[in-house]
């Protein structure tokens, strides 16, 4: 099946830092999604992104479809950006299945 | 705005007790979807539902039974708890043609003793 792998597995940033999260797919995908959990485990939509940019506030993403990779960056982290992010994606038909990668752990300190 | 209700945020079960989690959602989604999330396993898909009384099974169905008697509702059974089944369950929805997002509940911890 599917492999989703994601890099880094943790990361601490100071606030204000910007970072860059990956996401390796090993297949075609008809679907991406990056999630981030809160810490009471709620998974938040951040963006649904099977190919191009999209961009939302501090947040942004690119997908290049070709090359089986999607990019979270985040710009002037706060400390209610900490927690887990994921990436997941489908490549199925209608019912479309996600597979999740193992996600980054993000720590922003004050 | 997207809605997916989840019945408990915590629940405990004793072990061989039936359990039941349901799911409902506001945004007349095809799609339905049971995740259960543990540490060092992620996030697993158990079973989902295409359509009104259709069911697939997913990567992990064993132990686990679903029920979809109206499009909006979407339970999770657990015939006869274990204690291995102490996780974390996640429901989602999603249209069936595209865009494929999926928006999720927020979950139910579950803990069998």
């Known amino acids: 099946g599917i492999q989703v792998e994601q890099s880094p597995p943790d990361l601490i940033l100071q606030e204000g830092a910007n970072s860059t999260l990956r996401c390796n797919f090993s297949?075609?995908?008809?679907?991406l999604q990056w999630f981030h959990q809160n810490p009471w485990g709620q998974l938040i939509n951040l963006f649904y992104?099977?190919?191009g940019t999209k961009q939302n506030g501090r947040l942004s993403a690119t997908t290049v479809a070709t090359e089986r990779y999607s990019l979270l960056y985040i710009s002037s982290s706060q400390t209610t950006d900490s927690g887990v992010y994921f990436c997941a994606v489908g490549h199925g038909g209608a019912t479309n299945k996600l597979i999740f990668g193992t996600g980054t752990l993000l720590a922003v300190q004050p | 705005d997207v809605k997916v209700t989840q019945s408990s945020r915590y629940l405990v079960k004793r072990t061989g007790e039936k359990v039941f989690l349901e799911c409902v959602q506001d945004m007349d989604h095809e799609n339905m979807f049971w995740y259960r999330q543990d540490p060092g396993l992620g996030l697993r898909l158990i079973y989902f539902s295409y359509d009104v009384k259709m069911k697939e099974k997913g990567d992990i169905p064993e132990g686990y039974s679903v029920s979809r008697e109206k499009k909006e509702r979407f339970s999770l059974i657990l015939e006869s708890a274990s204690t291995n089944q102490t996780s974390m369950y996640l429901c989602a929805s999603s249209f069936a043609p595209p865009p494929y997002e999926q928006y999720f509940g927020p979950g139910t911890r579950l803990t069998v003793t």
């Open positions: 297949d075609s995908v008809n679907n």
């Open positions: 992104i099977p190919s």
